[in-house]
């Protein structure tokens, strides 16, 4: 499989896989900004919600990684955190810097969550116990 392939088939399921969890998270954000939470506050809210969610769907689904689960867990947790403060630094600059309106200022600052998290998951998260990805086609004939 050439490496573009190879690297589609992960950011595919990447995609995929965070369909649902940001449905949650956004959930979770809008529901507390509208009981009038601030959007820093329901960002996090919202951050928090699908973080463990985030992690078995990377672990099992996207990267198909045979890790100790400890040892991804703890990567997982650091490059959560790096990829939530520039979330955050996002969300902020795009606030008061920027004077943006609060929704899509927070869709900014997950794009650029989402960006970071994957470049850290897939190099330095789960490197060490992925397997290489499979086709369609060979996962339907398993």
């Given at each position: 499989?050439?490496?573009?392939?190879?690297?589609?088939?992960?950011?595919?399921?990447?995609?995929?896989?965070?369909?649902?969890n940001t449905l949650v998270g956004f959930s979770v954000i809008f529901a507390l900004m509208w009981l009038g939470v601030s959007p820093l506050i329901a960002n996090a809210g919202g951050y928090l919600a699908g973080l463990v969610m985030g992690?078995?769907?990377?672990?099992?689904?996207?990267?198909?990684?045979?890790?100790?689960?400890?040892?991804?867990?703890?990567?997982?947790?650091?490059?959560f955190l790096a990829s939530f403060l520039a979330n955050l630094l996002v969300l902020q600059c795009a606030l008061d810097m920027l004077h943006m309106n609060a929704i899509l200022a927070q869709l900014i600052a997950a794009a650029t969550f989402t960006t970071i998290m994957y470049l850290l998951s897939r190099w330095l998260v789960f490197s060490e116990g992925m397997n290489p990805p499979r086709s369609d086609k060979q996962d339907s004939h398993r």
């Open positions: 499989m050439s490496i573009w392939r190879s690297e589609s088939a992960y950011i595919g399921r990447y995609a995929g896989s965070g369909v649902l992690f078995f769907m990377a672990k099992k689904v996207v990267f198909r990684s045979e890790g100790h689960v400890t040892t991804e867990g703890i990567r997982y947790l650091a490059a």
